[in-house]
């Protein structure tokens, strides 16, 4: 079966624009989660959904980072007035949401640079 | 909070050499861990993982045992291939539905043929 997939795969914008990144997890797959990977920083947790729900928004970096998820299914991470430090490849991935032991299944990420 | 940490590397050996990977850990309760390996130009794919104490987790001939007195789950192999060349990031899950999983900074091991 599928994967996850992300879109798009990059994307380049200029300081101060607004981007949306797009994440179709695994169908039946409950849980959703967003990663940033970035050189400084390493891989960090921003925000996780069980269904259509993120019970905790403190791990986006800013109030400029918003996400959604609808229908259980696609969400999208929005970054507003973006500025050079988000440049980052953003990761998406979904798990059956079963228990913490679940295996989390990865995209191949979005790729963002902001000039 | 919860953390991982990792040897970041380069870590650079000859085919066929024995690896050892070392990760430790900082949690609450008892974390379900990982090792993901992301190998070049492709996304994060789980290696293996352990969901209690003493469980050993294990594929592609790596291995790693979940140790609770000491806090770490080492990635081994006895053999390793140049295919093996690759980023590996040691992970912990603890649950209570909020969070995702804290990785440590990656370890890049380069085999040389």
């Known amino acids: 079966g599928a994967g996850v997939s992300q879109s798009p795969s990059n994307k380049v914008t200029e300081k101060g624009k607004d981007v949306e990144l797009r994440c179709d997890p695994i169908s039946g797959h409950t849980a959703l989660y967003w990663y940033r990977q970035s050189l400084g920083q390493g891989l960090e947790f921003l925000i996780y959904?069980?269904?259509?729900?993120?019970?905790?928004k403190s791990g986006l970096p800013s109030d400029r980072f918003s996400a959604e998820r609808t229908g259980g299914s696609v969400s999208t991470l929005t970054i507003q007035r973006t500025q050079q430090e988000d440049s980052a490849v953003y990761l998406c991935?979904?798990?059956?949401?079963?228990?913490?032991?679940?295996?989390?299944?990865f995209g191949p990420g979005t790729r963002l640079l902001v000039l | 909070g919860d953390s991982v940490t990792q040897m970041e590397g380069p870590v650079t050996l000859s085919e066929e050499a024995f690896l050892t990977i070392n990760c430790t850990y900082t949690?609450?309760?008892?974390?379900?861990l990982f090792w993901y390996v992301q190998y070049p130009g492709e996304g994060l794919q789980l290696l293996l993982k352990?969901?209690?104490?003493?469980d050993k987790g294990s594929n592609k001939g790596f291995e790693a045992t979940y140790r609770k007195e000491t806090t770490s789950f080492h990635l081994e192999k006895g053999s390793v291939q140049v295919s093996d060349s690759a980023v590996y990031f040691c992970a912990l899950y603890s649950g209570g539905g909020a969070d995702g999983l804290t990785f440590g900074k990656g370890t890049h091991l380069i085999i040389q043929p």
């Open positions: 959904f069980q269904g259509n729900s993120a019970p905790d």
């Open positions: 352990a969901t209690k104490a003493d």
């Open positions: 949690a609450t309760g008892y974390p379900s």
């Open positions: 991935a979904s798990s059956t949401g079963a228990s913490s032991a679940e295996t989390q299944y």
